[in-house]
């Protein structure tokens, strides 16, 4: 039977892994592409056949693979750097501003990737606070207003999340960027959980900073940290932990240090190559199908999913209204984390996460009866006891 998304379905032979599983874990590590390995092997043989000759190859190459990836997110060329991951990325924009003057203020909630929250505990040590917006009693959410009241002349950055990890909630970035940007404080959204699966324009969203990381909708892997900063900000950041990449000129070797101008500042040292490469497919692919048709198919399955959880009487912990929710539906059947094993045994493959349930994406690549099937072997595993 065709459908609307035949074409999108036809590029399942893509994703090897399909094959093999009902692979429902995009949210946490998107299937990987076949043109991987391909790359990997032209990432070794230019090693293999050049030496140190392949970074005349390596180095642009890794700035091309950049910009793919901003792309994804709306970004224009020559305003996204990659680095290994979010940990690193924040840590480096973090000591980038000067945190001992009266606006010394970090404003984030409590349902933040844990890494961030772990960053933003320690910044006391350079002299700032953080204050922590609570998350609503139904774990789902937190109080945007609360967050936007929170946002005054003392605040140097605002970090949120574009989609909660837990959840997949999509946090209403419109006011609290508003609201940073009415008091001169830096808007930096962690967009891990949305690229991939949302379409992103960063320059509409008007945000100041705006990273993440390709592990998961992606699928482009370990290693590829990604930060979009706004051309307007870039050059008045000066990173601490400044490599020889990003200096004006990484091959001068110039002791004295001198900032590369715009983005590539951030680049920090030696550039993890392999793992560029390895993404490059993954980008590639979902560029040409924009991101307006993924989230289209991902809506036409997560919707379906949700509903049909909430019939069979499961506890949903994700919101109920398509809009307001990313890539993957949080299901709680009861006893998740030993029904999250029974799935993983059968080659139904999903996450758990402690407190909420069992989350499923579908993505792109995947079909309908693929995500409602879950529902049947959930419900399985429950009566077998
Ligand atoms: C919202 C969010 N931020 C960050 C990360 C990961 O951070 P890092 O790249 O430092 O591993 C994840 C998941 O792995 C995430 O869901």
Request: glycine share 10%.
């Amino acid at each position: 039977m065709s459908s609307l998304h035949d074409d999108l379905l036809s590029r399942r032979a893509d994703y090897p892994v399909l094959e093999r599983k009902t692979y429902l874990a995009s949210h946490t590590l998107g299937a990987m592409h076949r043109g991987t390995r391909e790359r990997l092997a032209e990432f070794t043989d230019l090693w293999a056949e050049q030496g140190v000759v392949a970074w005349e190859t390596w180095a642009p190459f890794v700035e091309r693979v950049a910009d793919l990836v901003g792309s994804l997110v709306g970004a224009p060329p020559g305003t996204t750097v990659m680095r290994q991951n979010v940990a690193d990325l924040l840590g480096d924009l973090v000591v980038s501003l000067d945190w001992t003057g009266p606006r010394n203020r970090v404003v984030t909630s409590a349902l933040e990737w844990p890494g961030s929250l772990h960053t933003w505990s320690q910044i006391g040590r350079l002299g700032g606070e953080a204050v922590l917006v609570p998350g609503e009693p139904d774990g789902i959410s937190f109080d945007v207003q609360r967050m936007v009241d929170a946002i005054d002349e003392r605040t140097l950055v605002v970090e949120c999340s574009h989609v909660l990890f837990r959840t997949s909630t999509i946090v209403d970035l419109a006011p609290i960027i508003e609201k940073a940007r009415a008091v001169g404080a830096l808007a930096v959204v962690d967009g891990y959980q949305a690229a991939g699966t949302l379409p992103v324009d960063v320059v509409a969203l008007g945000c100041d900073v705006y990273l993440g990381g390709s592990v998961k909708y992606l699928s482009g892997g370990p290693g590829n940290g990604w930060m979009h900063v706004s051309p307007s900000l870039v050059d008045r950041l000066e990173p601490v932990t400044t490599g020889w990449f990003g200096q004006v000129a990484p091959f001068a070797f110039d002791p004295e240090n001198a900032y590369a101008p715009g983005i590539r500042r951030f680049a920090g040292g030696t550039p993890g190559v392999p793992a560029a490469f390895a993404a490059e497919p993954a980008y590639a692919a979902l560029a040409e199908i924009g991101m307006a048709r993924v989230r289209e198919r991902s809506q036409s399955m997560t919707q379906p999913l949700l509903e049909a959880a909430l019939e069979r009487g499961f506890t949903v912990r994700s919101p109920q209204e398509p809009s307001q929710r990313g890539g993957h539906v949080t299901i709680d059947p009861g006893d998740s984390a030993r029904v999250h094993d029974a799935l993983i045994a059968r080659g139904t493959v999903v996450d758990h996460r402690p407190g909420v349930g069992i989350r499923v994406s579908p993505h792109f690549y995947n079909t309908l009866d693929e995500a409602l099937g879950v529902l049947d072997d959930m419900a399985e595993v429950l009566a077998a006891g």
